[in-house]
């Protein structure tokens, strides 16, 4: 049936920038020190990857110096691998049944058979 699968996953990091001139996003110099922490913080993770700590994963916004653990998440059949689709009412016809899987017959057996709901075409055989 369907399964979630969470894949790409990555490391996103804010940085609390404190420019030591006092300068801000904007101002000529300031960019050149962001990209310069940035570099640095980049290297070190590179050195040190064990132990990294994730900030809270619902946040839209985490805090200065959080670290996050980013990935995407999608549903898929796990028979074929397929992306989970379903019959919506828009698909309904003489053979479908609102909710059953689109991707392929075991996922459409499966379900049918967990409903309860008769195999008609989709027969084991």
């Given amino acids: 049936m369907k399964r979630t699968v969470h894949d790409n996953h990555r490391i996103e990091v804010h940085l609390n920038l404190r420019h030591p001139r006092g300068l801000r996003p904007g101002d000529e110099g300031y960019n050149e020190h962001a990209q310069r922490v940035c570099g640095e913080v980049e290297r070190a993770i590179r050195r040190h990857v064990d132990n ?14 959080a670290v996050r653990i980013i990935f ?54």
Wanted: charged content about 30%; aromatic content about 4%; some cysteine.
């Fill in 72 to 125: 995407d998440t999608r549903e898929e059949c796990s028979h074929c691998g397929l992306l989970w689709e379903t019959v919506t009412e828009a698909d309904l016809d003489e053979h479908s049944v609102l909710g059953e899987p689109l991707c392929c017959r075991k996922a459409v057996v499966e379900f049918r058979n967990e409903k309860g709901i008769p195999l008609g075409e989709f027969g084991e055989g």
């Fill in 52 to 65: 990294l700590a994730p900030a809270s994963l619902g946040d839209s916004r985490p805090a200065p110096g």
